[in-house]
């Protein structure tokens, strides 16, 4: 465990096809969860942002790809601006104190999917941990009022994250 509280940020993007199932990725940081504006000028950031912007992943597959995890990396590090997308909005404070806060907002794309983001403080918890934790679908339908069932797919190596899971 860490000396100092850590956020983990997750953005969830429902799949046309795919109803409710959607792929989600975790970005560790500090305790203070980064600023959220993106300035005018051209910085060295920018075309990260801009290729965050402008990656399109498939909407047939539901496995989550090499190529989803950079779609998520870089939407979570970064706000990136979605022409056309509502703005964000609050839907969810949750507080533990001692044990954890999380926060939720959702924003609806141009395209009607919704798009969610949560920042959840874990004092005293490393990244692994709270991958450990969120990640067991069992354990997970019992604590979070969002995910209501489970469904092992394909069997493989729970600890490397090779189950495939709805």
């Not at 001692?98 to 926060?103: C, D, V």
Request: one cysteine or more; charged letters at 20%; glycine letters at 8%.
């Amino acid at each position: 465990a860490s000396d100092a509280a850590s956020y983990i940020m997750t953005v969830h993007e429902p799949r046309d096809g795919v109803g409710s199932r959607g792929a989600a990725a975790a970005v560790t940081g500090p305790a203070t969860p980064p600023q959220r504006e993106v300035s005018g000028g051209a910085t060295a950031s920018t075309a990260a942002v801009e290729a965050a912007a402008a990656i399109c992943h498939p909407r047939h597959v539901w496995y989550v790809t090499s190529h989803d995890l950079e779609f998520f990396r870089l939407r979570a590090e970064r706000d990136v601006i979605v022409h056309g997308a509502g703005p964000w909005s609050h839907i969810m404070d949750r507080d533990v104190p001692g044990s954890f806060l999380y926060s939720a907002w959702r924003r609806t794309l141009p395209n009607g999917l919704t798009e969610y983001r949560s920042i959840t403080i874990l004092p005293d918890c490393s990244p692994l941990e709270y991958v450990d934790f969120s990640f067991d679908d069992n354990a997970r339908c019992r604590w979070e009022g969002f995910m209501v069932s489970a469904e092992l797919l394909e069997a493989g190596n729970q600890r490397q994250r090779q189950q495939v899971v709805r």
